[in-house]
């Protein structure tokens, strides 16, 4: 079987319903240098998510999103499994909207359970009302885990003012899909040039994410925690030895590197968004450095066509072991996410 870890939904209310599409602009923190515009045509509807203003860095359209395109897809293509999430917007999305957004994912995958999974979406806060439609999410509604962003805000995802919400998460057992944002906290120097600004900003987002996440200690604070990042963790594979030296001997560096790389192999977990661009070499070093049993395989659909066409033929031509392609492509998703699905078609 083949599970595609990273494909994009949105609900069709968000383009279709009026008052639900109002209150999904309002909710872009403009505070943050964050804008959105919608822009309709004759046959579909697209809003255009900008940071800063003028600056493209996300794109949704309604025709993205449908059913039955989204299953001819995965049939036509080997797709076993395909496992939704948000396209970026969690970020921002007021606890109102995350609990119509929880039901209308269940009632999406619910159409076609064997074929569909999905991500519950929460702000990653302790009261009462959050924890609630965490819990509700997951065991009402049968969601996989949750998905957050890599910051909100100016915060990253080890500041003390989430540690309570990791808390529940901990205790509950959640896998949590950590997805990049449109542009790390900063970004002056990038944001000018498209390729930096949505591809070099992504991956300083992640590179930025995991490494606060593991020097923070708040895996030793919080042990069941597991964390699935997105875009290869900003490819932290080519990042390890430098990141944690060992016997550094000069007092410039924290070379606990043993505890660091303990951190990164029991909690951190990366999902490739999608295979091509990261290119073969890349792709066969890092699971070469770090072990397909640490990388999950996603698409990134619908951004690009070629992606989800042709990444699981690309994966199956890396120069890696049967067994890995398996992890990859299979193996590793079933577990992270507690699928339960059986290896045979």
């Given amino acids: 079987m083949i599970i595609d870890a990273n494909m994009y939904w949105l609900p069709q209310k968000i383009f279709s319903d009026k008052k639900i599409r109002n209150e999904f602009l309002r909710s872009i923190p403009q505070k943050f240098g964050t804008s959105i515009h919608v822009e309709e045509q004759a046959e579909r509807t697209s809003m255009i998510v900008e940071r800063p203003m003028g600056y493209p860095s996300l794109n949704y359209t309604d025709t993205d999103y449908q059913l039955e395109q989204q299953l001819s897809d995965m ?120 390729n930096l600004r ?42 390890l030895n430098a990141l944690f030296p060992q016997d550094s001997g000069n007092g410039r560096f924290d070379d606990r590197a043993t505890q660091f790389k303990d951190r990164f192999r029991r909690h951190i977990f990366l999902e490739m968004s999608h295979a091509q661009p990261w290119g073969k070499i890349q792709l066969e070093a890092a699971v070469k450095e770090i072990g397909a049993d640490k990388i999950i395989y996603g698409s990134s659909y619908p951004v690009k066509s070629s992606w989800f066409t042709e990444g699981v033929s690309f994966i199956g031509g890396l120069e890696i072991t049967e067994k890995e392609k398996k992890e990859l492509l299979f193996e590793t998703a079933n577990s992270l996410y507690k699928l339960n699905l059986t290896g045979g078609k």
């Avoid at 007021?94 to 209308?104: F, G, H, R, S």
Wanted: charged residues 25%.
């Fill in 198 to 239: 949505r591809t070099l900003g992504r991956n300083i987002d992640q590179l930025t994410a995991i490494g606060r996440e593991i020097f923070s200690g708040m895996f030793e604070e919080l042990p069941e925690l597991t964390f699935i990042h997105s875009m290869m963790g900003g490819q932290i594979s080519n990042y």
């Fill in 75 to 194: 049939n036509h293509h080997g797709i076993d499994v395909g496992l939704l999430k948000l396209p970026g917007c969690q970020e921002w999305l007021p606890l109102e909207l995350c609990k119509l957004i929880n039901d209308e994912m269940a009632d999406h995958i619910k159409q076609r359970r064997g074929k569909l999974r999905g991500l519950a979406v929460v702000p990653p806060y302790a009261d009462e009302e959050t924890i609630f439609e965490l819990e509700r999410a997951i065991v009402e509604l049968g969601l996989t885990g949750i998905q957050l962003s890599a910051h909100y805000g100016n915060y990253y995802l080890d500041d003390q003012q989430f540690r309570p919400f990791f808390k529940k998460i901990n205790e509950m057992k959640i896998p949590v899909y950590v997805h990049h944002t449109p542009v790390p906290v900063d970004y002056q120097s990038i944001y000018q040039y498209d």
